[in-house]
């Protein structure tokens, strides 16, 4: 796919993130892996659903900016994704409300932060780590990402939001969206016991869509 195209996805699915609420004001970023190693990310401070495909930041294989304006400041963790997730081809960060609030709950085991609730949320997301509070921008977040060994897919920051990877921008949005509402169902149903995926159900998932699931799950 050429680069023109992936700024103009980037700033369409951009917006329709913002415009369906689930990333407000300037918060939340995307970022997408180039041919020749470097990639595009969304500037600092920009909305989301505001995007200009000319000013979207491309930073060579080290994360140095090369053109465009700078870049958001949450670049460390996209970079612990790339280096940790070979097959990954974009990364989305979002403030999503019901993701957020699901971080901080006490409950969460940071193995597995949701159980298998539906079938999609197993097939897009797998299992979501939870990593401790950083501050927005704080490199020691990459390291927490790297310390996964690039066996989530899908990542809560504790009192911040999900990082999400995907193969391509429109797997990564997807699993992203499904990772928020599996949140808000988790939210609607704490404290009613409801019925999850059994194991076994689990493990037929993973053999008909061969997924790859990390070690440790939620019991």
């Not at 796919?1 to 939340?28: A, H, N, V, Y």
């Not at 899908?154 to 995907?166: C, D």
């Amino acid at each position: 796919m050429s680069e023109t195209k992936l700024r103009e996805d980037i700033c369409r699915f951009g917006r329709s993130l913002f415009e369906r609420g689930l990333t407000p004001g300037s918060s939340g970023n995307i970022s997408v892996r180039l041919d020749d190693g470097g990639w595009l990310v969304t500037p600092t401070n920009a909305s989301l659903g505001f995007l200009d495909p000319a000013k979207m930041s491309r930073l060579d294989g080290d994360g140095r900016l090369v053109s465009g304006d700078a870049p958001t400041k949450e670049v460390p963790l996209h970079t612990a994704l790339y280096q940790t997730r070979a097959a990954a081809g974009a990364v989305v960060h979002l403030h999503s409300t019901h993701s957020v609030a699901l971080s901080m709950l006490p409950e969460i085991d940071p193995r597995a932060a949701l159980p298998a609730m539906t079938a999609y949320y197993v097939m897009k997301c797998g299992q979501t780590a939870l990593v401790p509070y950083y501050r927005p921008g704080d490199p020691a977040v990459a390291d927490a990402i790297r310390g996964l060994a690039g066996k989530y897919s899908s990542v809560l920051l504790a009192n911040h939001g999900p990082v999400v990877s995907g193969d391509t921008l429109e797997a990564a949005v997807f699993a992203t969206e499904e990772l928020e509402e599996t949140a808000r169902l988790y939210l609607l149903l704490r404290g009613l016991n409801p019925r999850y995926l059994s194991p076994e159900q689990v493990k037929d998932l993973t053999k008909v869509f061969g997924l790859t699931l990390p070690e440790h799950g939620h019991d």
